[in-house]
């Protein structure tokens, strides 16, 4: 409906009443050059009747010089800026747009998807909630619809849409838009999306962009301004943990000390116990301060200046939490990081982060690896060149009070600055690779001695030597189910199998790892825990020296799994998961670890008195009640082969 | 009790209150350019919320081409009293001495030497390193792509191609002697968003924004207003009283307006509404040619 058949329908007190209530939604749109990105917005704009009248006749006067559309006005040139662009007929940086609708405010980052600029993308989907991923219905899922959808996701975006476009040149087909899909859906299993969307259209004709259009019949979703306009993203914010970074103090008079800032996760209410971080001293809010008057809590997102019961000492770069529930204060982070600069990193040298308001030299101490951002694989790294990502290990001269960025955006995420020329020369998502040992308090000597090892460029033989060497493709196969549902006899007769197919791998169970290398670990929650995390690190060892793993463990908790995955790297790693139910592996009970269990004798038993969660999206998942052993076996082979990793 | 959720204009004012802050914290000698428009108006009424209780923490400078409306000038009068603001005026006094005018040396002549010649000595003279302006993104395709820091060498050039890239709300505030950032908190407002939070707000405007009788001549299509005797009638030109008001303010001679009957805050708003032409329409200097924008950009212009 146009505004002015809305405004005459509602007045406009009413329109603007609705108006100012609108919420707002950030979204990213990325395609590559010819997918018709640009047409997309200029279609979004048009269609919704935002552009106005003299932009129009201005677009028409570019669309005769360099237009592409014949005689119909060229809508790509609507969004297109920058002189430079508009000649070369690309778009060369990230450019924002507005639009409105009755129902939200629209800010859209509109980013390019050339290989050099995948730093402006990761600046483009930084602040947004949505990525709108262009897909040529001709071409199908491409190198760069990968490399697009991994930076959304490494970001942190958790809605996607993938734009099928350009349906008018595959005759509307319901087959493609299925093949297309089918296609994209198994790449992103990997990528932890939590809401993917897959809309045909024709931005050219305005099929299924504002409006449904008729060509399409077969397609049942809503069309993508709909989506835009109800996709629920306001449970994406963090309002659980309060974070307050102090941006400055206030000090007006001797009689008002107040700390403004805004207030990133979680909420802060007045008389609320708070810590200030590093120091850990604590107070209470006394009051939260704004020009319109005093406030009784301040949600996330809201900038206020607060004041405190006590006099405690507080600057700039200092963080307010909830003493319950503080994040860790490191030295040392883990973190995936974009590389900006053309200088490349250069590990041991000193840069400055700057993490929420505060700013510290430090220095990069490992690149534990980089990833392939074409195909996603993790590859042995000594550097990190401009629009390469990879995973970091930096080390701070003064601690940061850090949240996984997976968790929380904006204490999850850092800036490094380099120190002479006063570029950003990267972006870093912090990981969270919390060992049992810092869960509990224990052994954190020892883990900070390690902060003091520093990686040194001696290797002369790569693992991609070795894996020529060995004539092999390393893999992990963590093996995953309740206590005695048949992992150990998988893990066994799949080694002896490789074995007879000269392939070269380890086994890892509890037997072996308990033993030896994990003698000092207990069973309590923390110690399986990091029981695991050493497992998957060996296996990521064995990686490295071109051999397999095949690891044996419960390992119940479904986060401790991903932690795995993560420390290994998601596509050498497979999850497989001994499907049988509890009664069945009580049956089997032949060393009697349920009867004791059950007879209260010993406590934290998977199954009896300690939680199982099953796997949502196993690689494979196995019958081992119903099934053979020798069919599970078969099965377990069987994926091996058709991933091409043994013959 | 305040909502989990903001509305879209409260979460544009937090995140360049936000802005604001971050400048006065990490920057020695912020400044806040004062262009006397609703933008501005918006910007320092942003800049007392993010202060308050304690006073607005730098100068207010208004670089004056001697062009302005006269309304301009006196509302911009009443606001530093008002405020209490810490103000300052440049005008590019070389460019009085050579009688620098719209007429005689063409629009881009003019505006070169009055507007971003005397910017650049303002900002020179005061040693500042963080400049706060008004800029919107949607206010011209070439801004589309602007940083809400926007990093300009010694020389004030800004190069496209050589922006710090801008993640998360990380500003990256870092700057070697004589370099500069420019600032625009509002990067991220449309028109229609800064006349909402006028009206939400209640902030006072020029008067020129309200339709009323006004003298004025046709030129090129637009109507401009005979705000002076400075203004060089053509052969057979006779200024008209017409209703009229300014969407846009800037210089008088290069400001057109537009015919109208919006004399108060929400027929303003509802005549854009139902408006089919943008705001920079207006502007004589943004029609120079395609691209124009840009090219000012280069050089220093705001």
Redesign the interface.
Known sequence: MS??RQ?DEQG??R??DR??????LRLLTCGSVDDGKSTLIGRMLYDSQTV????LR?TK??SDRFGTTGEAIDLALL??????E?EQGITI??????F?TER??F?IADTPGHVQYT??M??GA??CDLAVILIDARYGVLEQTRRHSFLCALLGIQHFVIAINKMDLVDWSEQRFAEIRDAYGEFASRLQVRDIHFIPMSALSGENVVHRGTSMPWFQGSPLLDHLETVHV?SD?N?VDLRFPV??V???NLD?R?Y???VASG?LRVGDRIAALPSGKQSTVKSI????GP?????????V?ITLQDEIDIS?GDMLVAPNNAPPLENAVEAMVVW?DGEPLLPGKQY?V????RQTAAAVTDIRYRINVADLHRESATTLKMNEVGRIRIECARPLAVDAYAKN??CG???L?DRLT???VG?GMIVERKTADQATGRRRAAADAGANVRLQNKRQVTPEQRKARLGQTPFVLWITGLPRAGKSSLAYGLEKWLFDHDHHAQVLDGEILRLSINRDLGFSGADRWENQRRAAEIARLNMAQGISTIVALVSPIAFERKQAREIVGGDSFFEVFCDAPLEACERRDNDGLYARARAGEIVGVTGVDAPYEVPDKPELRLDTLGDAATTNLDKVVAMLRTRGLVR | MTKASLSHLEQLEQESIYILREVAAEFEKPVMLYSIGKDSGVMLRLAEKAFAPARIPFKVLHVNTTWKFKEMISFRDRMVRDLGLDFDEWINQEGVKNGINPFDHGTQRYTHVMKTEALKQALDAGKYDAAFGGARRDEEKSRAKERVFSFRDRFHQWDPKNQRPELWNLFNCRVNKGESIRVFPLSNWTELDVWLYILRENLPVVPLYFAKERPVVQRNGTWIMVDDDRLPLQQGEKPQMKMVRFRTLGCYPLTGAIESTADTLPKIIEEMLRSRDSERQGRVIDYDEAGSMEEKKREGYF
């Not at chain 1, 106005?52 to 932009?55: A, E, F, L, T």
């Not at chain 1, 940086?93 to 507005?98: K, L, M, Q, W």
């Open positions: 505004l002015s405004l406009l007190d329109y603007l108006y100012g209530k609108r919420e707002m106005h009248d003299d932009v201005a006067k570019a969004v297109d800026g920058l002189q430079a508009r940086d990230v450019a924002y747009r507005y409105a939200r405010k800010i730093r402006n990761a600046t930084s602040n306001a914010k309002l941006q400055q206030v000090r007006p008002f107040g403004a800032g805004t909420v301060v704004t020009f319109d406030l009784q809590d301040a949600w996330a997102g809201r900038a200046t700039r900006f400055l700057k993490h929420t308001t955006r904006s995420s850092f800036i600055i006063n570029a950003t972006a």
